[in-house]
């Protein structure tokens, strides 16, 4: 495989449930990104791994939270969503040197919480 | 905290003709990315541009980029019903904190109509 791969694309889970979406970049990156992409927001970073840094947004619940065991491996792992929580969740990654590269992306999960 | 504003949202033209998407971003950047989504699908990296004055050119789109006026623009040529597809454009700030988390802009959704 090639590029950045998420699994599942789709998933349907209730509010009590716990799921990860996973993602996994062949890509030799050192920089892995959530992204949220719902129908009225513009694309929302969500977290940041840079160089073994985490960096996150703020505004996002403690429901949701990310793992990454090493450079090419990120996971979300999510907890009592809610519905508003159903979205596209991208995964991306970027080379992180002198510059920084454009990110790519992955497939997508289309989470829907009922 | 960087800001990024593309207008228009939509834009229906007909096919054959010309039109330009704006991308405005609030503070210094250094680097300027457009991105293609298909509906149901992930992002598309088309241009990465790097420098006041870049220039870049693929097929029916050109993107450039004035730093000094904090603005980008997408132009296209002649277009056909396959260019339909949303356009994002993306800043990097300048380096320094965050200087690798890329800003979107809303998107404009673009319709080629016959």
């Known amino acids: 495989e090639t590029g950045v791969t998420q699994t599942p694309r789709h998933l349907v889970m209730g509010m009590t449930n716990k799921k990860s979406l996973k993602c996994e970049q062949h890509?030799?990156?050192?920089?892995m990104y959530w992204y949220k992409q719902s129908a009225k927001k513009p694309l929302e970073l969500m977290f940041v791994?840079?160089?073994?840094?985490?960096?996150e947004n703020n505004s996002v619940p403690s429901r949701f939270s990310p793992e990454c065991p090493n450079s090419s491996h990120l996971f979300l792992h999510l907890h009592t969503l809610q519905p508003e929580d159903s979205a596209l969740y991208l995964c991306?990654?970027?080379?992180?040197?002198?510059?920084?590269?454009?990110?790519?992306f992955g497939q997508g999960t289309r989470l829907t919480v009922v | 905290e960087l800001k990024v504003e593309q207008n228009p949202l939509f834009l229906s033209m007909q096919e054959g003709k010309n039109y330009t998407i704006y991308c405005n971003y609030s503070?210094?950047?250094?680097?300027l990315y457009w991105y293609r989504q298909d509906p149901g699908k992930s992002l598309e990296s088309l241009f990465v541009?790097?420098?006041?004055?870049a220039v870049k050119q693929e097929g029916r789109l050109m993107a450039s980029l004035d730093t000094k006026a904090r603005l980008s623009t997408l132009h296209i040529t002649a277009a056909v019903h396959d260019l339909s597809a949303t356009y994002f454009c993306?800043?990097?700030?300048?380096?320094?904190?965050?200087?690798?988390?890329?800003?979107f802009g809303k998107g404009t959704k673009l319709s080629v109509i016959p």
């Open positions: 503070t210094t950047s250094d680097r």
């Open positions: 791994y840079s160089l073994e840094e985490r960096v």
């Open positions: 993306a800043a990097l700030p300048s380096a320094g904190a965050g200087s690798y988390q890329l800003t």
């Open positions: 541009l790097l420098s006041n004055g």
């Open positions: 991306a990654s970027s080379q992180v040197s002198m510059g920084v590269t454009e990110a790519f």
């Open positions: 890509l030799g990156h050192n920089a």
